[in-house]
């Protein structure tokens, strides 16, 4: 008799299982059949007495006593050091950097503490290091264990939500000096190994000459260790996606002093658990990212962008899943409300934009022909939705100033409000609740007496809301937390999450049980524990208070 080997059996069983359901499924299309209530009963019956007696033999057999339920995982909270603890660690400090490599000076202090771009500035560290190599990070981590001092990982400065502030102090390992170089290029690998103090436009004006880039492109200034801390994004989302896919692996050193390097540099692997991936968002609460080996990508060879206004914000955002269900390979697409298109215009009044809804275009491609279909196509969606006449680049200036005028939203807001503080959020949804979401939080915007543009990078669903107010104001502090929250719990509401790509900080961690739940953050928390007992790594971000 000839035997088939496993494998062919298992086809073979599965094309005849495939049959049977594609059979089942049509005739439950054309009929719907009888219950037949006599099997029913049967079944039941059949299945009420097995359970009956399979309870009785379980009471007889289990005599094992209920265990208590188990509380829930409480992360550890450093102290804050005392001048004495602080004294110690900045002499052992010094015996293993140079002297003018680790500073008390106070306005590095603050300069590594608080920043203008961020509402959530919670104090300023004690010490602050700058390293030069891994082996250095490895020491200085070794010397803040021994202590219990906080350990707070700084690289560029553009956080948001509060990632590097220090609120328990502690040592600040600043990359910015040191740290910011190539460390090796492979061309015909098309990836690149860079330390955490790197600029993305500076990586990627090395890159240029050699036709790629990276993709990944959050505010200027942002730099690779932050930028992995919080999984960012930036505006090529939609084309490229964010952080997580454009990192082969990492070099951490860890909570106790330990180097790892997180996988080898192919491009995909089986051996056992992603461990890059784990902390890449982990906003450095679980070791310290000391090199990055990114992904490139080639430069399109055509490239040009576009701008069009719509006369309500709803039209502008109903754009979005069109455009996505038609699977137009867009380069970006982003859209300023009109609150932004006046602040972009008092800060270059030479643009000269229309003050209404509007989305900014990037279209780009391997060819003309490429690109002139994506414009075909998008053209026609946007004229669907009321959309005004595209504005084109007509040259390489054009286009830097077009996209330019997106790229310095936040800082443009600012004239809406001078003097005032910004606490910018950001939320993201599946791209069919966009419009609803936009729709409902621009009412919400509106009712307000704080000026709240909002920009976004709509193509994945994600967007921010600039929320401008005083500090010193308790009503108006009052009222951009009531913005704020109302953001966030209607974006959870919408399946959506409280943060796309700014990260979790200070700021956001007590919404994260609410969007995640109890049980997932709690694994979390155990995570965290078990990498890092003492709770030393950039305590109290991230993960809710106990």
């Not at 192919?266 to 990212?289: C, H, N, Q």
Request: charged share 20%; glycine share 8%.
């Amino acid at each position: 008799m000839l035997r088939l080997n496993p494998y062919l059996k298992r086809f073979a069983h599965r094309t005849v299982v495939q049959k049977r359901l594609y059979q089942t499924a049509q005739h439950s299309v054309a009929t719907v059949s009888k219950p037949n209530y006599a099997a029913f009963a049967a079944a039941t019956l059949i299945a009420a007495g097995s359970g009956y007696w399979y309870g009785s033999q379980q009471q007889q057999q289990d005599t094992t006593p209920i265990r208590p339920q188990q509380a829930r995982p409480q992360v550890p909270v450093p102290a804050i050091p005392s001048h004495d603890t602080i004294t110690k660690a900045f002499n052992e400090l010094r015996q293993v950097l140079p002297a003018e490599h680790v500073s008390v000076d106070e306005e590095a202090l603050q300069d590594h503490g608080y920043s203008n771009n961020s509402y959530h500035n919670e104090g300023a560290p004690n010490i602050v290091v700058f390293p030069k190599s891994t082996q250095e990070v490895a020491e200085i981590v070794k010397i803040a264990n021994k202590f219990n001092l906080p350990i707070i990982p700084f690289s560029g400065g553009t956080s948001l939500e509060g990632h590097f502030s220090a609120p328990k102090g502690g040592i600040c390992i600043s990359f910015t000096e040191h740290m910011d170089q190539i460390v090796a290029f492979h061309p015909q690998d098309m990836d690149i190994v860079v330390q955490p103090g790197i600029q993305w436009e500076d990586l990627n004006f090395y890159l240029k000459k050699q036709g790629l880039f990276f993709p990944m492109d959050p505010g200027p200034g942002a730099c690779i260790g932050g930028m992995v801390g919080t999984s960012c994004s930036g505006t090529n989302a939609v084309r490229y996606g964010t952080m997580r896919e454009w990192v082969i692996n990492l070099t951490v050193v860890t909570p106790e002093g330990k180097i790892l390097k997180t996988r080898q540099r192919p491009r995909k692997s089986s051996a056992g658990y992603d461990l890059t991936k784990l902390f890449i968002g982990s906003e450095g609460t679980l070791g310290v990212v000391t090199e990055i080996t990114l992904k490139l990508a080639v430069l399109p060879q055509e490239e040009t962008v576009a701008v069009c206004d719509f006369p309500t914000i709803r039209d502008a955002a109903a754009v979005v899943p069109d455009l996505v269900r038609a699977g137009v390979q867009i380069g970006a697409v982003e859209l300023l409300d009109a609150q932004m298109m006046k602040a972009i215009n008092l800060a270059n009044p030479e643009l000269g934009h229309s003050e209404k809804p509007t989305l900014f275009f990037k279209f780009s491609g391997g060819s003309k022909v490429i690109v002139d279909h994506e414009i075909k196509v998008v053209s026609e969606i946007a004229k669907k939705h009321q959309g005004g006449t595209f504005k084109y680049a007509k040259n390489e200036a054009e286009k830097a100033d077009l996209w330019e005028g997106r790229k310095i939203a936040l800082w443009s807001s600012t004239l809406l409000k001078p003097e005032a503080s910004v606490w910018t959020t950001d939320v993201v949804v599946p791209v069919s609740k966009l419009p609803d979401l936009i729709a409902e939080t621009t009412k919400d915007l509106e009712s307000s007496f704080l000026p709240c543009p909002m920009v976004g990078h709509v193509g994945d669903g994600n967007f921010h809301v600039f929320i401008l107010f005083k500090k010193d104001d308790k009503k108006e502090y009052a009222e951009a937390k009531r913005l704020n929250k109302n953001l966030l719990e209607r974006a959870i509401r919408m399946e959506g999450s409280v943060t796309g790509e700014h990260g979790v900080g200070i700021g956001k961690k007590m919404f994260l049980n609410q969007e995640l739940g109890e049980n997932t953050v709690d694994m979390m928390k155990t995570i965290k524990i078990a990498l890092d007992p003492k709770g030393l790594m950039n305590p109290e971000k991230v993960l809710p208070d106990n």
